[in-house]
């Protein structure tokens, strides 16, 4: 009786979270296909978003609603204008582009608005590492900046260098950039819904969705079948990025954004007991270090200062962007790393 009992919850279960993703699915549908998507193909890194989109985007699973507007170029940023003091250019993904908060609340903007430099955010959701490169490849010689962030996040940066290349994307149609974001939001985030965990936990099914920010977390790594090359692609490209960088004669630095996983120790003792892993939520941060040591490259890890003002309250859950406070932190880390290597100074 039990046994019948347990797979006709399971299969409710299993129903269930069809619909659940099948709801989401049209919510995210509906975001991008609002009579035109607010994102077009574009041949050099993929993707971008509809020049002069400005559209206020709904509250999702835990963020705040919030405005976009964007430029000619398809950021969300001011329109280009001569360059008139240094310039500190941007590139990431959603964490930099600041979904769920404001443009004013964005750690750039924070930068910008607590400096005399001009900051031009070039972040891109579900953007990996080689698509920021080419970004700085495409827009460095016209922008000429002094400095160039490369903003690394361990959401699905690690992921998204072993399993997602420029090469995956080759096609125009708009249904293709919608795939693309949606298997994208799917990986990272359906494993982070309690019930689930439990579902995926007693079907078998755990260790192949555990999201992509806990997989790094493993503490003997391994956490995805792709993590090698991941790991070795990672720093090809990163080097990559300092060669750029040195070329256009900008300093280039890394910055890194850990998930609340990292940050919030209750987040990963949830994980812990619920996949029954043994996790070690300082091996991303050892994992750059050691990269950004052999590269001799710029280094910014906002761990410990996020770890140091939680509140719950640096991260949306289940998304793990960052709240406004979460920017707050990340902005004030940045300029006092630039500060006091004194890249900034004039």
């Given at each position: 009786?039990?046994?019948?009992?347990?797979?006709?919850?399971?299969?409710?279960?299993?129903?269930?979270?069809?619909?659940?993703?099948?709801?989401?699915?049209?919510?995210?549908?509906?975001?991008?296909?609002?009579?035109?998507?607010?994102?077009?193909?574009?041949?050099?890194?993929?993707?971008n978003y509809v020049p002069h989109t400005v559209k206020s985007m709904p509250a999702f699973l835990g963020e705040s609603k919030y405005l976009i507007e964007i430029n000619s170029l398809g950021f969300r940023e001011e329109e280009p204008v001569p360059k008139y003091s240094k310039r500190i250019m941007v590139v990431g993904d959603s964490i930099t582009f600041g979904v769920g908060v404001e443009k004013e609340e964005t750690f750039s903007q924070q930068i910008e608005n607590l400096t005399e430099f001009e900051v031009l955010n070039f972040g891109i959701p579900s953007f990996g590492?080689?698509?920021?490169?080419?970004?700085?490849?495409?827009?460095?010689?016209?922008?000429?900046?002094?400095?160039?962030?490369?903003?690394?996040?361990?959401?699905?940066?690690?992921?998204?260098?072993?399993?997602?290349?420029?090469?995956?994307?080759?096609?125009s149609n708009t249904s293709s950039v919608f795939r693309f974001l949606f298997v994208d939001f799917v990986k990272t985030n359906i494993?982070?819904?309690?019930?689930?965990?439990?579902?995926?936990?007693?079907?078998?099914?755990?260790?192949n969705y555990l999201p992509n920010d806990v997989m790094m977390l493993k503490i003997d790594g391994g956490g995805f079948p792709e993590e090698a090359w991941s790991l070795k692609n990672t720093e090809n490209l990163l080097k990559e990025f300092k060669q750029v960088s040195d070329n256009l004669g900008a300093v280039p630095i890394l910055v890194?954004?850990?998930?609340?996983?990292?940050?919030?120790?209750?987040?990963?003792?949830?994980?812990?007991?619920?996949?029954?892993?043994?996790?070690?939520?300082?091996?991303?941060?050892?994992?750059?270090?050691?990269?950004?040591?052999?590269?001799?490259?710029?280094?910014?890890?906002?761990?410990?200062?996020l770890r140091t003002a939680d509140d719950y309250d640096m991260y949306f859950y289940p998304t793990g962007h960052l709240t406004v406070k979460g920017n707050k932190v990340v902005g004030k880390t940045i300029i006092d790393y630039v500060n006091e290597v004194g890249v900034l100074k004039k």
């Open positions: 009786m039990n046994v019948w009992f347990e797979r006709i919850v399971m299969v409710c279960l299993a129903l269930f979270f069809c619909f659940l993703f099948l709801e989401i699915g049209l919510n995210v549908s509906n975001l991008l296909n609002q009579e035109e998507s607010i994102f077009e193909f574009d041949e050099v890194h993929c993707y590492t080689e698509f920021e490169v080419a970004l700085v490849k495409e827009f460095g010689e016209e922008l000429r900046p002094d400095i160039v962030l490369l903003v690394f996040t361990n959401i699905n940066d690690f992921y998204d260098n072993g399993t997602k290349t420029l090469d995956s994307c080759v096609d494993g982070k819904i309690p019930l689930l965990k439990k579902f995926l936990v007693q079907s078998g099914f755990a260790r890194y954004v850990p998930s609340a996983a990292q940050v919030n120790e209750n987040v990963l003792d949830l994980f812990s007991k619920t996949y029954q892993e043994d996790f070690n939520n300082n091996r991303p941060n050892i994992i750059l270090k050691a990269m950004v040591e052999r590269l001799g490259l710029n280094f910014v890890d906002t761990t410990v200062a």
